[in-house]
């Protein structure tokens, strides 16, 4: 409940809690697995609150563990689909901490690993969902991997193996809201690589199949967080599309819309400084476009806008080196439309999120986010 919510500090001391009752019974019978493959899931769990704290030596170690766990009931039992399980989501997890460690190459590997897993227990039993899913899973892993290094066309093949998955998952089971969203992901990393190798029509039908996804989800139900944190980010992609192509109008009401959700978040929780410089960032993209359509008085008020939210990051944590650069290229910016002189680099500010990823509903246990996605990019 506390991790769901992102409260971490919270989740943190009860896994702590489970976590050492569990290492007592494992220590008391080593020979029961089933409190050994418990103790698995608690390293899991604690590895998971780790990585998003930030602790990725902390949490590499603790997913590590678990995984040498995993490997363990597999010797004893190697046709066990559950250890079998544990272990491919122990490498998926190890991997996701090695690619923030900016390990490429190691995380590869260990996403390769647990891919190997998936593959093989969803060949075997292709009626198994969740066996379907952690394939689809690896899959969208290893072409984040492979996108971040510049191999595109691999990242695709790997993009379009986990489109198909849940594409299935999601037709087999339509009210399902966890396979839905696996499908409009699945569809937004597709639209970003074609977005980078300059396809911008094929990237907007994926961009848009994904919007309508999140926005059936979102009005479904509006309460929940992540379906509206998903809209924003697929009308923040439309628009990229529409303004790399030159429709600066168009690009322009997906950006307000993006900026109306984005506002949501900031003023829900004013003190999550990510949250504050996405609307920061959200007001540099509005900047953007005002410019290119000639109105500069609306350029400059957007800027303005962004400014100030990043002058309070600034004043709050001096030390943030990013947040000084961002404002500073604000001042710049106002700087250069105040003096009528040409601006070469409104769009977006160079400026990536820094928000957090929000724990979004998923099946089962809670899934990791995939460390490429940004809320604006």
Not at 44 to 71: C, F, M, N, P, T
Not at 84 to 95: D, N
Not at 129 to 156: I, K, P, Y
Not at 326 to 331: E, G, K, S, T
Request: hydrophobic share 45%; proline share 3%; glycine share 10%.
């Amino acid at each position: 409940m506390h991790f769901a919510q992102g409260l971490l500090d919270e989740a943190f001391a009860s896994y702590d809690i489970g976590f050492a009752i569990g290492e007592r019974l494992a220590a008391a019978d080593r020979g029961n697995a089933r409190r050994q493959h418990d103790l698995l899931l608690s390293h899991q769990k604690i590895g998971d609150v780790l990585r998003l704290q930030g602790e990725l030596d902390a949490a590499l170690a603790s997913y590590r563990s678990s995984r040498a766990i995993a490997e363990r009931l597999i010797a004893a039992d190697p046709g066990n689909a559950e250890w079998q399980r544990g272990l491919a989501a122990a490498q998926v997890k190890i991997g996701d901490v090695l690619a923030l460690a900016e390990r490429p190459d190691e995380a590869l590997a260990s996403y390769r690993a647990g891919h190997a897993v998936a593959e093989r227990f969803a060949a075997a039993d292709p009626g198994d969902a969740q066996w379907q899913n952690d394939l689809g899973l690896a899959h969208e892993r290893v072409g984040a991997v492979l996108e971040a290094g510049g191999d595109f066309d691999a990242a695709l093949t790997e993009y379009r193996a986990s489109l198909a998955i849940a594409g299935r998952l999601a037709a087999a089971d339509p009210v399902n809201a966890g396979w839905q969203r696996d499908l409009a992901v699945a569809h937004e990393h597709i639209g970003d690589v074609l977005r980078a190798r300059g396809d911008l029509s094929g990237a907007r039908r994926h961009y848009e199949a994904k919007k309508a996804i999140v926005g059936r989800l979102a009005a479904a139900d509006p309460g929940t967080a992540g379906w509206q944190y998903d809209l924003g980010t697929s009308h923040a992609r439309i628009g990229f599309v529409l303004e790399a192509g030159g429709d600066y109008a168009a690009a322009l009401k997906e950006y307000e819309a993006c900026l109306a959700i984005v506002r949501r978040f900031a003023l829900a929780d004013p003190d999550n400084a990510g949250s504050q410089r996405d609307l920061a960032v959200s007001h540099g993209r509005l900047a953007a476009n005002y410019h290119r359509l000639g109105k500069t008085a609306q350029a400059l008020a957007e800027l303005r806008n962004g400014r100030d939210i990043m002058a309070a990051l600034v004043s709050a944590a001096p030390q943030v080196e990013q947040w000084t650069a961002d404002l500073a290229r604000f001042d710049g910016r106002i700087a250069a439309l105040q003096g009528r002189a040409t601006v070469t680099a409104m769009n977006p500010l160079t400026m990536a999120s820094a928000s957090a990823t929000l724990p979004l509903p998923t099946p089962g246990a809670a899934r990791p986010p995939t460390v490429t996605v940004k809320f604006i990019d």
